[in-house]
């Protein structure tokens, strides 16, 4: 590669400059003065009426060729106009009117090309259809053309296209494309006339290399790398400017030159909200992960850009970097980076209805404001109507509060809960403030500290024995502090192939029965693991242990004690069903916890299939126990979209229980774990 700048041209001011100086002497003379523009022209010199008796010898010009007749004959009236388009084949029978075809392409294997040539051919896409003559004589005029644009996209300069056609058999035909490929053109030099030579590091890892084969999306994509690179390294007015591309005639071989401006070093300004603003520029360097003076990197740019679309403030918004004219004491120049965005809907109304075997019937309407207090206060109302659920919640979210990605949560919720373990009315208040991933912001560390209150009137409907106190309702008020914290070290957020997870929850609680307190500490470990095996293939697993220590099982209500079964337990089970169940055949609930399963995940473009095993278990004592493991096994398909993939698994419980189903559906997104 080499890095090379070119002369600077003068232009055509110059040009005329150097016109002007070779003119005449005796022009010059004759010219006006400057000072006596109205100055009459000097007289026309009289002509000597002797020179033109000199006429010398006589000039013979050569004989006129009489006029072809075809040139004076009529043109032939449009009628007998034949509107079919040129091709480069006769047809043998011109007259046959909605003829079938086949379409065969000989020499263009070798170039693999085939398949891009077939999804946008004209005649394959007609193929199984009858056609005119002039409709195949356009359809092969078109393939021939497309085929040697997609040759020379790739690199195939002296490729030639022949078309044949065969109509021998009555009623079809056959078109035959004939491609000889010749030589692939490669590269034989490389100039980047942009990069000055001090700053060679700046073209390490250009797309292109001397000896690739010239490819036009290779171009293409390395000069978008290019301008990357040059932003993301301190350039935030480099410009990308002309390439030229000049093949060799004696050897299939090219040079590549790409101009340019590389504009000066810059660093990040302040930031400027133009158009509308939910919030002020206070918030908004709260929300960028740069800061004033720092090297401008369009990563962060970009990252900025896209945490605004995320606050849902915004239909749209733009970031753009705009020289201020100001330079630091180094000389770079002082980007400011001006945001422009337009209103986005503040108030949204959302529904659901849905069915499912585990639950039953269930509807849930939602009401948002986005901005209800600003800066990016979002006050969210929902109810939820059910066959086991009956809730009515109401919840001010603060995100971005005071860090990127910090949220302050203000919630209370009124319910009225009947799964198969209890049956509980309930009136929680809690706040909460936390600091969690993203998929624009993937970190390491999380976490989430919060406190709450409860009041509830339960019943557990697992019945162990005949003074059983879960048999009456029984009233509870509790707090908690529940405290979380997670360290992650996976790939990616909703579809890890690599890494590993690992989280601890701590839920210190205060609860009153009466006159009874019981003081007592929900915690729970789990971690995740994900590793490629195979290509596309990703084994994954997880583990997760829970236990609560303090209490005696029935001295906690029945809605703080823990189950296991269901979509996001051991699959193949009804909700709450896994563990130790009552006389009457419901869940009672325990104190020890145990999950686990395992994943086999393949992925073949958008698609996916996933393979897994879930076991888990429930005890009475604090602590995991594997006396009495279920399992259940199921497969599932997967749709990868840039949000994440879609879930639809399909799991059976392999040693069922009275209350679980012959099969078990989930959907969802994201993956399992």
Same mark, same amino acid.
């Given at each position: 590669?080499?890095?090379?700048?070119?002369?600077?041209?003068?232009?055509?001011?110059?040009?005329?400059?150097?016109?002007?100086?070779?003119?005449?002497?005796?022009?010059?003379?004759?010219?006006?003065?400057?000072?006596?523009?109205?100055?009459?022209?000097?007289?026309?010199?009289?002509?000597?009426?002797?020179?033109?008796?000199?006429?010398?010898?006589?000039?013979?010009?050569?004989? +006129?060729?009489?006029?072809?007749?075809?040139?004076?004959?009529?043109?032939?009236?449009?009628?007998?106009?034949?509107?079919?388009?040129?091709?480069?084949?006769?047809?043998?029978?011109?007259?046959?009117?909605?003829?079938?075809?086949? +379409?065969?392409?000989?020499?263009?294997?070798?170039?693999?090309?085939?398949?891009?040539?077939?999804?946008?051919?004209?005649?394959?896409?007609?193929?199984?259809?009858?056609?005119?003559?002039?409709?195949?004589?356009?359809?092969?005029?078109?393939?021939?053309?497309?085929?040697?644009?997609?040759?020379?996209?790739?690199?195939?300069?002296?490729?030639?296209?022949?078309?044949?056609?065969?109509?021998?058999?009555?009623?079809?035909?056959?078109?035959?494309?004939?491609?000889?490929?010749?030589?692939?053109?490669?590269?034989?030099?490389?100039?980047?006339?942009?990069?000055?030579?001090?700053?060679?590091?700046?073209?390490?890892?250009?797309?292109?290399?001397?000896?690739?084969?010239?490819?036009?999306?290779?171009?293409?994509?390395?000069?978008?790398?290019?301008?990357?690179?040059?932003?993301?390294?301190?350039?935030?007015?480099?410009?990308?400017?002309?390439?030229?591309?000049?093949?060799?005639?004696?050897?299939?071989?090219?040079?590549?030159?790409?101009?340019?401006?590389?504009?000066?070093?810059?660093?990040?300004?302040?930031?400027?909200?133009?158009?509308?603003?939910?919030?002020?520029?206070?918030?908004?360097?709260?929300?960028?992960?740069?800061?004033?003076?720092?090297?401008?990197?369009?990563?962060?740019?970009?990252?900025?850009?896209?945490?605004?679309?995320?606050?849902?403030?915004?239909?749209? +918004?733009?970031?753009?970097?705009?020289?201020?004219? +100001?330079?630091?004491?180094?000389?770079?120049?002082?980007?400011?980076?001006?945001?422009?965005?337009?209103?986005?809907?503040?108030?949204?109304?959302?529904?659901?209805?849905?069915?499912?075997?585990?639950?039953?019937?269930?509807?849930?309407?939602?009401?948002?404001?986005?901005?209800?207090?600003?800066?990016?206060?979002?006050?969210?109302?929902?109810?939820?109507?059910?066959?086991?659920?009956?809730?009515?919640?109401?919840?001010?979210?603060?995100?971005?509060?005071?860090?990127?990605?910090?949220?302050?949560?203000?919630?209370?919720?009124?319910?009225?809960?009947?799964?198969?373990?209890?049956?509980?009315?309930?009136?929680?208040?809690?706040?909460?403030?936390?600091?969690?991933?993203?998929?624009?912001?993937?970190?390491?560390?999380?976490?989430?500290?919060?406190?709450?209150?409860?009041?509830?009137?339960?019943?557990?409907?697992?019945?162990?024995?005949?003074?059983?106190?879960?048999?009456?309702?029984?009233?509870?008020?509790?707090?908690?502090?529940?405290?979380?914290?997670?360290?992650?070290?996976?790939?990616?957020?909703?579809?890890?192939?690599?890494?590993?997870?690992?989280?601890?929850?701590?839920?210190?609680?205060?609860?009153?029965?009466?006159?009874?307190?019981?003081?007592?500490?929900?915690?729970?470990?789990?971690?995740?693991?994900?590793?490629?095996?195979?290509?596309?293939?990703?084994?994954?697993?997880?583990?997760?242990?829970?236990?609560?220590?303090?209490?005696?099982?029935?001295?906690?209500?029945?809605?703080?004690?823990?189950?296991?079964?269901?979509?996001?337990?051991?699959?193949?089970?009804?909700?709450?069903?896994?563990?130790?169940?009552?006389?009457?055949?419901?869940?009672?609930?325990?104190?020890?916890?145990?999950?686990?399963?395992?994943?086999?995940?393949?992925?073949?473009?958008?698609?996916?299939?996933?393979?897994?095993?879930?076991?888990?278990?429930?005890?009475?004592?604090?602590?995991?126990?594997?006396?009495?493991?279920?399992?259940?096994?199921?497969?599932?398909?997967?749709?990868?979209?840039?949000?994440?993939?879609?879930?639809?698994?399909?799991?059976?419980?392999?040693?069922?229980?009275?209350?679980?189903?012959?099969?078990?559906?989930?959907?969802?997104?994201?993956?399992?774990?």
């Amino acid at each position: 590669m080499i890095l090379r700048r070119l002369p600077a041209v003068r232009g055509v001011p110059a040009i005329l400059a150097g016109l002007l100086a070779v003119a005449p002497p005796a022009l010059a003379q004759q010219l006006p003065a400057e000072d006596d523009l109205f100055a009459p022209l000097p007289p026309i010199p009289e002509v000597d009426a002797a020179a033109g008796e000199e006429t010398g010898d006589p000039i013979v010009l050569p004989p +006129v060729d009489p006029i072809e007749p075809a040139l004076m004959a009529p043109l032939p009236p449009l009628a007998t106009f034949d509107p079919a388009p040129r091709t480069d084949f006769t047809f043998v029978a011109a007259h046959q009117d909605g003829v079938r075809y086949r +379409v065969s392409v000989d020499g263009l294997a070798e170039t693999g090309l085939d398949s891009s040539f077939r999804r946008l051919s004209a005649l394959h896409r007609g193929q199984n259809r009858p056609a005119t003559a002039a409709q195949l004589a356009s359809r092969a005029n078109a393939d021939k053309q497309l085929m040697q644009r997609l040759l020379f996209s790739e690199g195939w300069y002296s490729a030639t296209v022949a078309v044949e056609s065969d109509f021998e058999t009555q009623g079809q035909a056959e078109i035959r494309l004939i491609v000889v490929p010749g030589e692939r053109y490669s590269w034989r030099q490389i100039v980047l006339d942009l990069i000055p030579d001090d700053r060679s590091h700046l073209a390490d890892g250009f797309g292109l290399q001397v000896g690739d084969p010239i490819r036009a999306a290779a171009v293409e994509e390395a000069e978008g790398a290019l301008l990357l690179k040059l932003n993301s390294s301190g350039y935030p007015f480099a410009e990308i400017g002309v390439r030229d591309v000049v093949l060799d005639a004696d050897a299939p071989t090219g040079t590549y030159l790409l101009t340019g401006d590389l504009g000066p070093e810059g660093v990040f300004g302040d930031i400027k909200l133009t158009g509308y603003r939910p919030f002020d520029e206070a918030h908004a360097r709260v929300i960028a992960r740069f800061t004033p003076g720092q090297p401008y990197d369009a990563r962060l740019v970009d990252d900025f850009r896209r945490a605004l679309i995320a606050t849902q403030q915004f239909g749209g +918004v733009t970031v753009k970097a705009v020289d201020t004219g +100001v330079r630091d004491a180094e000389g770079r120049a002082v980007a400011e980076m001006q945001v422009q965005g337009n209103r986005g809907p503040q108030r949204l109304l959302t529904g659901q209805i849905g069915y499912a075997t585990e639950e039953g019937f269930r509807m849930e309407g939602s009401w948002r404001h986005r901005n209800f207090h600003p800066p990016e206060g979002m006050l969210t109302a929902r109810v939820v109507l059910g066959t086991e659920e009956q809730r009515a919640s109401a919840e001010l979210l603060k995100s971005n509060f005071g860090q990127r990605d910090r949220s302050f949560e203000a919630t209370a919720e009124v319910a009225n809960l009947d799964p198969a373990a209890y049956s509980a009315q309930q009136f929680l208040v809690g706040v909460g403030i936390g600091r969690a991933s993203t998929p624009i912001w993937q970190k390491r560390w999380t976490w989430n500290a919060a406190f709450g209150l409860g009041i509830s009137r339960e019943r557990g409907k697992g019945l162990t024995k005949d003074l059983d106190p879960d048999a009456r309702r029984r009233d509870f008020l509790f707090a908690s502090l529940p405290l979380w914290v997670g360290y992650d070290r996976s790939n990616d957020l909703l579809d890890p192939t690599s890494g590993y997870r690992l989280r601890v929850d701590v839920n210190p609680e205060v609860s009153r029965e009466g006159s009874r307190i019981e003081t007592y500490a929900r915690t729970f470990l789990e971690g995740s693991a994900y590793k490629s095996v195979a290509d596309k293939t990703v084994l994954a697993g997880r583990a997760r242990a829970g236990a609560i220590f303090g209490a005696d099982l029935f001295n906690i209500a029945p809605t703080r004690r823990l189950y296991a079964g269901g979509g996001g337990s051991v699959r193949g089970y009804d909700y709450q069903s896994v563990g130790s169940l009552g006389v009457n055949g419901r869940p009672v609930g325990g104190r020890g916890l145990f999950e686990s399963s395992v994943e086999v995940r393949h992925r073949f473009g958008d698609f996916g299939v996933v393979g897994f095993v879930d076991a888990g278990s429930v005890n009475a004592d604090p602590g995991p126990s594997f006396s009495d493991m279920r399992f259940g096994a199921g497969v599932g398909a997967r749709y990868f979209t840039s949000f994440g993939p879609i879930r639809i698994d399909v799991a059976r419980a392999l040693n069922r229980g009275p209350l679980d189903p012959p099969f078990a559906l989930y959907i969802s997104i994201g993956q399992a774990f």
